[in-house]
């Protein structure tokens, strides 16, 4: 008897597939795609020009910042070095007077280095409202209904990540 049920549980099972196979529903397209935006924007001729732009300007912050760092250095040797001619007074006005400077260029440049950090959350933004056109057409042609960032999902097929096709459509349309 058990024999017998074994038997007709390996015939089920081996009819299982085939039927599944012919089940439109099983072949329907995913609803849900993933997309890795980080990839999207670093892969990308937009997304790389915007990125060297954004780095030039942060190189040249940072040159700007070693360059005042060395300028308020040697200031600040200076003064120290005049401190025994100086009478304390004269000396404490000169200190203040130094550190209100190098209060106010800490702050200038603290604000230059907020700049560019606004500067590349607009860019990025900007450059995922430019491609979302792009992102649309996939989304289309392939019926789904939403589009994740991959970030955000814990465990996926790779077959409903559509960040490589995009990144070839948003080249192709770049070279356009």
């Known amino acids: ?21 012919q089940d439109p529903a099983l072949s329907l397209p995913p609803p849900v795609l993933t997309i890795d935006q ?3 924007f ?28 060395a300028e308020l250095t040697a200031a600040e ?8 001619s100086l009478p304390p007074e004269e000396f404490r006005d000169l200190a203040d007077a130094f550190d209100a400077r190098v209060q106010r260029i800490r702050a200038e440049q603290d604000q230059k280095a907020r700049e560019i950090t606004q500067a590349s959350e607009a860019a990025r933004q900007e450059f995922f409202n ?5 992102i649309s057409d996939i989304v289309r042609e392939k019926g789904a209904l939403i589009v994740i960032d991959r ?17 070839q459509r948003i080249n192709a349309a770049r070279d356009q």
Not at 6 to 19: D, E, I, K, W, Y
Not at 77 to 84: A, F, H, I
């Open 1 to 21: 008897m058990r024999s017998l049920i074994a038997s007709f549980l390996l015939v089920v099972a081996g009819l299982a597939g085939p039927a599944a196979a």
């Open 38 to 40: 980080d990839r999207l």
């Open 42 to 69: 670093a892969e990308t001729r937009p997304g790389t020009e915007i990125s060297d732009e954004l780095e030039a300007r942060v190189n040249a912050l940072a040159e700007e910042n070693q360059m005042i760092e």
């Open 77 to 84: 040797r200076d003064l120290t070095e005049r401190r025994p």
């Open 130 to 134: 430019d491609v979302a056109g792009i």
């Open 151 to 167: 970030r955000d999902v814990f465990l996926s097929a790779d077959r409903i990540d559509i960040t490589e096709e995009a990144i």
